[in-house]
């Protein structure tokens, strides 16, 4: 095994980037990095506004339900069942981002949102971050609030559903089990 | 809460679909459906190849070690420590590149390679499948095979340390966090 050894490891920043695909919420830049070595090469980086998801927990305990919503999604090309999520706008904070996607996806408010977990979807190739919220307290203010291309409905789902499904049939999103991990944690420690 | 109703949020393809920017391993794709009222827009999709990661557990129970990798990412621009991970090459099946990424980042062979989970990265946008093995009966056979830009290092972590670092510092990696929890998942249902 090795050593920590940053500099065998480290590419250093040539500061030349140029933006080569341009549309709506997502940018792609060619990114030129120096090796270790010292050579140089591009690399691809997409840049896209950071996520929040809304663990909502419907009451506390083992026999809990969660709020989640139910909609067509365009990557998979299929259904999907998932927690409330969307994009960070710009200048706006994550938490409101939560407070607004809750309201907008299922027409609920929260007594208390706990920021649960927060990391970059891929650092591979993506730079922005995904940010997990666990919302407590809920009560059902008004409908839904959706864009012109949004359909979803919302939907009771059990715990004991949850940890069954992930990963299989519709609940095919890895941002959400994410969002699980983090909820457990943060749940087995308060126990 | 809403019935299950796919016909309400259900969108159907046009047909249509343009390429708008590829190169290497990504493309990005216009592709057109159709609303549940009718409507016809182009939703944005990432095509890129299925990706593989590895949870190499050094022996069974609580005090294992897991081999991980340390590395510089280029979506985030850091440092990263991660389970052994890549791309699936053409025509090469999911296990085959478990096999083959665990051995070239760690030099380490399996006895055994389990598929503990299989998930969509993000079906809001992207369209391939994320595949994690778990690799038992490791042992050291060969010295690490790197690609010219790939600068590993291999590290022996506890899983005290994975349990308590996880999206923190340099566990920065959701993929890594879903990886985790199949992990959990499956060795808690082993006991």
């Not at 994550?94 to 649960?116: C, D, M, S």
Request: glycine content about 6%; overall charge negative; some cysteine.
């Amino acid at each position: 095994m090795s050593e920590y050894d940053d500099e065998q490891i480290l590419w250093k920043e040539s500061g030349q980037t140029e933006t080569v695909w341009k549309e709506f919420i997502f940018e792609i830049d060619h990114v030129h990095r120096v090796s270790p070595e010292g050579k140089e090469h591009p690399f691809v980086v997409c840049r896209t506004p950071d996520w929040v998801t809304v663990v909502p927990e419907l009451e506390e305990g083992d026999n809990s339900d969660f709020l989640m919503v139910r909609q067509f999604r365009h990557g998979s090309g299929a259904l999907s069942m998932e927690f409330p999520a969307g994009v960070v706008d710009p200048g706006e904070e994550p938490l409101h981002a939560a407070v607004r996607e809750l309201r907008e996806e299922t027409g609920y408010t929260a007594e208390e949102l706990i920021l649960i977990g927060k990391i970059n979807p891929n650092p591979a190739f993506m730079c922005n971050t995904s940010w997990t919220y666990l919302a407590r307290g809920l009560k059902k203010t008004e409908s839904l609030d959706l864009d012109e291309q949004e359909f979803i409905t919302a939907h009771k789902i059990a715990k004991s559903v949850i940890d069954r499904e992930m990963g299989v049939r519709e609940y095919n999103n890895a941002i959400m089990v994410q969002s699980w991990y983090w909820y457990k944690r943060f749940t087995d420690n308060e126990s």
